[in-house]
Structures are given as C-alpha cells and as structure tokens.
C-alpha cells in the first residue's frame, strides 16, 4: 500500500496563498488519479480537486474552481494543490488520496489510500 505524507498547511489570511504537497513512498502512483479532499470541524469530509494519472485532466469542486489548481510531478511521486485568494470557509484538514477503484473522483469512498492531512486555517 502507497504512503502519502501531506505538507504545506499553516495559518493565512483571506486573500492568501497555500500551497499544500503530497509525497508518495511505498510505491509508485504515476499510474494511479490522485486527489486531493478536506474536511471542516463537524463537517464531513468534501471533494476538492482530482488529477488523472497523465495529468492531462483535472477536476474541481464548484466552491474551489478558479482559485485552486491541482498537479502532479511523477519524477517526485509529488500531488501538489495551489490555492489562490483563500477563504474562512476553506478552513479545514486537507486530505491526499490515492488509490482510486474506479473513475468517479469525486467521492472519498473510491479512495483506498490516505494520508494524515495538513491543517489550513484561514483568517478573516
């Protein structure tokens, strides 16, 4: 099973800027979508972006669309996920998934791999 180790969160103004990676080990994930989901306190966990193994095609959820990109580096076994003009309301723990059984990117119980999940917090 793929290792995943989140980095990048911390505490940023509304308006700022994040940049959140995810570090695969264990095995490589080059052929494998990865993704990226978060999750507010009393909230349940929520889709944010999705990238196919080639990279050559993102997903996003509506609430993140225009202000974050997601990529991938496969020489680093690397996800990142650039977040732009940050809100309060993307204040959570984010999430890296890997292991996707089939092509819906969207639900997290299509993932069986996850990391420990980097905390963002941002102030209004």
């Known amino acids: 099973q793929v290792q995943l180790v989140e980095s990048g969160g911390g505490l940023v103004q509304a308006g700022g800027s994040l940049r959140l990676s995810c570090v695969a080990s264990?095995?490589?994930?080059?052929?494998?979508?990865m993704g990226w989901f978060r999750q507010a306190p009393g909230k349940e966990r929520e889709f944010v972006a999705a990238?196919?193994?080639?990279?050559?095609?993102?997903y996003y959820a509506d609430s993140v669309k225009g202000r974050f990109t997601i990529s991938r580096d496969n020489s680093k076994t690397t996800v990142y996920l650039q977040m732009n003009s940050l809100k309060p309301e993307d204040t959570a723990v984010y999430y890296c998934?890997?292991?996707?059984?089939?092509?819906?990117?969207?639900?997290?119980?299509?993932?069986?791999?996850w990391g420990q999940g980097t905390q963002v917090t941002v102030s209004s």
């Open positions: 998934a890997s292991d996707l059984y089939q092509p819906d990117y969207y639900h997290d119980y299509n993932y069986g791999s």
């Open positions: 264990g095995r490589p994930v080059s052929s494998y979508a």
């Open positions: 990238i196919r193994a080639n990279g050559e095609m993102t």
